[in-house]
């Protein structure tokens, strides 16, 4: 097996797994008895429509991109980058981190929330201010994962064209939705959540 084979293998392993927990915890919530279709309609109501605008013109060149890339890589050479063997390694460790952090958040979320924990919607009431596990020092580790999950997509790939259109995505996720998220929960919260923000960063740990 190259080295390209395995960090292509790297790349499939890790970008599912990682897509695996929202799945999995997605299951457990009440709204997953509904109709697939049904929570999609409802979660592209309650989105904000330039979030789905900038997810249509990256997400397919993202996706045209790797689909390509893993079946007719030669056509994909035009954005390749040539990453020494360290950074794709650092890649596949970024990824592992990822999915860890990952794991983790929807962990503390569910046990957390319950069944009105649904990583598939976008919750506009939540049923409690969560403040354990990776929330003790950071306000949205999951936003967090999926942005060193996109770098090490980057990595992994060796292609600017993938790794730019995956970042780009999750940057703007990142720019519309924390503002707005973090309004309505000082709305829900009140004190109890600008207290909390004082003794917590936002994406990254507030040390001290």
Not at 15 to 25: D, I, L, P
Not at 88 to 101: E, N, P, Q, V, Y
Not at 112 to 126: E, I, N, S, T, W
Request: some cysteine; aromatic content about 14%; proline content about 5%.
């Amino acid at each position: 097996m190259t080295l390209e084979i395995f960090f292509k293998i790297a790349f499939f392993v890790v970008f599912f797994s990682f897509a695996y927990v929202m799945t999995a915890y997605s299951k457990k919530a009440k709204a997953g008895k509904e109709d697939k279709a049904a929570r999609m309609k409802m979660h592209n109501e309650n989105e904000v429509p330039l979030l789905l605008k900038l997810r249509t013109i990256f997400g397919i060149p993202f996706y045209l991109g790797v689909l390509v890339w893993t079946f007719a890589p030669r056509f994909m050479a035009w954005s390749a980058i040539p990453f020494p063997a360290w950074v794709r390694w650092t890649g596949l460790g970024l990824g592992i981190f990822a999915i860890i952090l990952n794991a983790w958040s929807h962990k503390t979320l569910s046990q957390k929330l319950g069944a009105d924990f649904d990583p598939a919607m976008r919750l506009l009431k939540v049923p409690a201010l969560v403040t354990e596990g990776p929330y003790a020092r950071m306000r949205h580790p999951i936003y967090l994962a999926f942005l060193m999950m996109q770098i090490a997509v980057l990595f992994l790939t060796s292609n600017w064209l993938i790794g730019f259109c995956g970042i780009a995505i999750i940057i703007s996720v990142i720019a519309i939705r924390v503002p707005e998220e973090e309004k309505m929960l000082i709305e829900q919260f009140g004190e109890q959540y600008q207290t909390y923000m004082k003794h917590s960063g936002s994406l990254l740990p507030k040390l001290g």
